[in-house]
């Protein structure tokens, strides 16, 4: 079972890789802040396989609770911010 | 116990799967309403089908609680967050890229 969870640590960051292509290179902040949001995600769970990993879940899962939160908040004000910049000019 | 860690592997598996469907689209698609089509359906559900699986695998324990609340809340708020950008994007004049303006584009590439 710790071969499956090293493999599954190795896709997921091999799919980490192909997503910052989009966060370096995407044309418009828009596509930066969409490829944020979907890194963020895949962080959340190379997480919770690193304490698969360690076997200590239970340290890790908090970890990702508060990653999870910060996530969704830190989305949410990036559109936001973005929306009164454009009501502003 | 042997046939929960099966289906935990299972799930684990279907959630890698959309993740490599998701990061396809959002290499792939060519405008920025479509990555986002991509990617919020996509990760919604592998986050979602990654978590029932670490939680089958985990067995019950508060451990287990804590990644199912996870999932629960990923599945509200992911969906937000992506209307909420794709709001901001409509609004701040983010171009549809629409199938005849394509095909125009190609016709004004061979004209010159």
Known sequence: MTLFFQILGMCLFLLVFLVLYRVVFGPGIFNRAAAVSALGNKTLIILLVIGFLYHRVEMFVDISIVYALLNFIGTLAVAKYLEMEQRKL | ?112
């Open chain 2, 1 to 112: 116990m042997i046939v929960t860690k099966i289906l935990a592997v299972i799930f684990m598996l279907g959630g890698l799967f959309f993740f490599l469907t998701a990061t396809i689209g959002i290499l792939r698609f060519p405008d920025f309403f479509t990555r986002l089509h991509a990617t919020g359906k996509g990760d919604t559900l592998a986050v979602f089908l990654f978590l029932i699986g670490f939680s089958l695998y985990e067995g019950f324990t508060l451990t287990s609680l804590k990644i199912l609340f996870i999932a629960v809340f990923m599945v509200l708020a992911q969906p937000t967050a992506t209307h909420a950008l794709s709001r901001a994007g409509m609004r701040c004049g983010e171009t549809i890229l629409l199938h005849e303006e394509k095909k125009e584009e190609k016709k004004n590439d061979s004209s010159i």
